[in-house]
Each structure stands twice: as structure tokens, then as C-alpha cells.
């Protein structure tokens, strides 16, 4: 529940700014760290069936954030890949999200800070374990 309201709030104070939904800018940030990545495989990570990922990734691409393309290697898998222009909306919103958290962070006692640092790990865990269960559940 804390973390649904702490996400919920960070993609109010920033998300919008870029246009982008809470969906979108989720997409645009795993095709940025990755630079390309294949759709169907975007689909998994994202938890997303592929007709709506379709239509999420034409919106992203008609703003020029994305771009999709055949596989070199494969024609029948089709590639996103990050534009520039997708690039530095995604840094920028980026920056943004790091502010309202190191905004609200040093507000916190050294105590706290250590207890949510020692919680990054299970975190994490719990985060991977949650993304592979449910790309299994998908196939």
C-alpha cells in the first residue's frame, strides 16, 4: 500500500509534465535503459497485452519518443528502440522523479534512511520475483 501511494504521487508531481501517462512513461523507461528491445518481450516486462502495448508504443512514437522497427536478424519481431528525443524526455523526467524523492527524503531521521536502505534488497528481490511470476502466468 506504501509504495502504491509514494508511486502514485512521484507520477503526479512528474509524469504529467512530460506528457506521458503512468503506462507510458513506464514503457519509455525500460526502452531507454535498454535502447531496444523487442515488443513481445516489452509486453512481458510491462505486463501488458500486446494490442495494448501497440497502441501505447503509436502514441510514444507519434510524439517521437519511440521508434519501432523489423529485427535485423529477425523480420517477423519488430524492435522498439529510443529516439533522442525519447532520451531526453526520459533523463528529464528522470531528474524530475530523483528531486521529489531527495526532496522528501531528507525529511526523514538517519534512522529511517537506514531502514529503507536496509529494505532495498528484499525490495528488489520481491520486485524480480513479481515481474518473472507474472511473464509466466502470461505464456
Known amino acids: 500500500m506504501a509504495l502504491g501511494r509514494i ?7 512528474t509524469t504529467g509534465a512530460g506528457g506521458l501517462t503512468r503506462s507510458q512513461f513506464s514503457i519509455l523507461a525500460t526502452v531507454a535503459r535498454r535502447e531496444t528491445v523487442g515488443v513481445r ?16 508504443l503509436g502514441k510514444l512514437e507519434d510524439a517521437g519518443l519511440l521508434i519501432r522497427s523489423p529485427d535485423p536478424d529477425d523480420k517477423r519481431v519488430v ?25 522528501h527524503l531528507a525529511e526523514l531521521s538517519p534512522d529511517r534512511l537506514h531502514a529503507l536502505h536496509d529494505a532495498l534488497p528484499a525490495l528488489e528481490a520481491l520486485a ?12
Open 7 to 13: 508511486a502514485r504521487r512521484v507520477d503526479r508531481r
Open 41 to 56: 518481450e516489452l509486453a512481458e516486462i510491462e505486463g501488458v497485452n500486446p494490442t495494448m502495448l501497440s497502441r501505447m
Open 79 to 103: 524492435r522498439a528502440h529510443i529516439t533522442d528525443t525519447g532520451a531526453r524526455t526520459f533523463a528529464d523526467l528522470r531528474r524530475m522523479r530523483t528531486a521529489v524523492f531527495t526532496e
Open 128 to 139: 524480480e520475483q513479481m515481474c518473472r511470476r507474472s511473464a509466466e502466468e502470461r505464456r
